[in-house]
C-alpha cells in the first residue's frame, strides 16, 4: 500500500539552488496540498490543489511554485533556496465526499539549505 | 483567520495512566471540524480521532476520547491507559466546514508526549 509517496526523503542544498519536491498519491484522490513543518511552528500549507488543473496559495506560499502535474502527481519548486526554507516538507492527499474524508500524508522530505 | 493552540509543549505520562492534552482554538465560523493527528519518531502524521463542530457528543475512538467545549472553544485529547506506543508528537487541528473541496487544515504547535514505565 503505497498512499502519498514523496521523494527524495532527504537533500542537503546551497542557496541559490533550485529543487523540485516530488509527490505521488495512488489514492484516486482529488485534492493535494504541501505543508511544511518547522520546529515549535506545527504544520503550515504552502500550496494546495483542490482538483486537477487548479492550484491556490495557501499560508506560507513565498519562495515556492506548485505543479498539478495530473491527479496523482503535485509538484513543490523552489526556485532559488534560501536557508529559511530548511525545513520538513509533507505532502497529503484527500478525497473529495464529505468532511470525513482524512488528509493522508507522506513520510516527508528533510530538506536542509546551507 | 483561524487559529489553533497548543499551550503544552510537552507532557509525561506512565504507563496505563490517562493523560489530556489541551487544545483551544478561535474561529467566527459555525460550521467546522476538529482533529487530532499523532507523529510518532517515524514523521508519519496518523489520524487520532475527529469531532463535528454541530455534533455535542463527544467522540471517542478506543482509548482516545475528546472533551469538546463549543462555546468554550476548546477541544482535548484525552489517552486512558497510555501505552509506550502512545508516545509521540500530538497536533491538534481544525477545518472550517464551508471551503468546498479545498478542506485546508490548520495546525497546532503539538504537544510531545511522553510514556515513562
Known amino acids: 500500500n503505497a498512499g502519498v509517496t514523496q521523494t527524495p526523503k532527504f537533500q542537503v542544498l546551497k542557496t541559490g539552488q533550485s529543487m523540485t519536491l516530488q509527490c505521488a498519491q495512488d489514492?484516486?484522490?482529488?485534492?493535494m496540498y504541501w505543508y511544511r513543518q518547522d520546529p515549535g511552528m506545527g504544520l503550515r500549507l504552502i500550496y494546495y490543489?483542490?482538483?486537477?488543473?487548479?492550484?491556490d496559495k495557501g499560508e506560507v506560499p513565498n519562495g515556492y511554485n506548485v505543479s498539478r502535474l495530473n491527479k496523482r502527481e503535485f509538484s513543490l519548486r523552489l526556485e532559488s533556496a534560501a536557508p529559511s526554507q530548511t525545513s520538513v516538507y509533507f505532502c497529503?492527499?484527500?478525497?473529495?465526499?464529505?468532511?470525513?474524508?482524512?488528509?493522508?500524508f507522506g513520510d516527508g522530505t528533510r530538506l536542509s539549505i546551507l | 483567520a483561524q487559529t489553533v493552540t497548543q499551550s503544552q509543549p510537552e507532557m509525561s505520562v506512565q504507563e496505563a495512566e490517562t493523560v489530556t492534552l489541551s487544545c483551544t482554538y478561535d474561529?467566527?465560523?459555525?460550521?467546522?471540524?476538529l482533529f487530532w493527528y499523532k507523529q510518532p519518531p517515524s514523521r508519519q502524521m496518523i489520524l487520532v480521532i475527529r469531532?463535528?463542530?454541530?455534533?455535542?457528543q463527544n467522540a471517542t475512538e478506543n482509548r482516545f476520547s475528546v472533551n469538546f467545549q463549543k462555546a468554550a472553544k476548546s477541544f482535548s485529547l484525552k489517552i486512558s491507559d497510555s501505552q509506550l506506543g502512545d508516545a509521540a508528537m500530538y497536533f491538534c487541528?481544525?477545518?472550517?466546514?464551508?471551503?468546498?473541496?479545498?478542506?485546508?487544515?490548520?495546525f497546532g504547535t503539538g504537544t510531545r508526549l511522553q510514556v515513562t514505565l
Open positions: 487541528a481544525y477545518m472550517a466546514g464551508n471551503t468546498g473541496t479545498a478542506s485546508k487544515l490548520t
Open positions: 490543489s483542490a482538483s486537477e488543473g487548479t492550484t
Open positions: 469531532q463535528e463542530a454541530y455534533k455535542q
Open positions: 474561529t467566527s465560523e459555525s460550521d467546522y471540524y
Open positions: 497529503a492527499s484527500r478525497a473529495t465526499g464529505g468532511w470525513n474524508q482524512p488528509q493522508h
Open positions: 489514492m484516486n484522490h482529488n485534492s
